[in-house]
């Protein structure tokens, strides 16, 4: 089961969790300060324990307005992509 935009589903996937329960329900505007809440434990951060080591490529897209919330807090020990939810490579 997906949303049918890109931050709900990652935070789905991430948390396992419905976006009722997460409170991710739709895109994350970049300026505003949002982002999933740092209560919810992500799975890279039960692989963590469990002696796995996790990497992110790509896009985050579940906030960046505090350094915690960004992907190398949250559970992955590497990060390399971009925050926001869309880039543009031509330009």
Do not use: M
């Not at 740092?38 to 951060?45: H, I, V």
């Not at 896009?59 to 543009?88: C, I, S, V």
Request: aromatic letters at 18%.
């Amino acid at each position: 089961y997906v949303q049918s935009v890109c931050s709900p589903s990652r935070a789905t996937f991430l948390t396992g969790r419905y976006p009722i329960h997460h409170t991710v329900n739709d895109w994350l505007v970049p300026g505003f300060a949002t982002a999933l809440p740092l209560n919810e434990t992500l799975l890279p951060e039960l692989l963590a324990e469990a002696g796995y080591s996790s990497h992110a490529v790509g896009k985050w897209h579940l906030g960046f307005h505090k350094w915690a919330h960004t992907p190398t807090f949250r559970g992955f020990q590497t990060f390399f992509g971009f925050y926001t939810g869309g880039e543009d490579y031509f330009q």
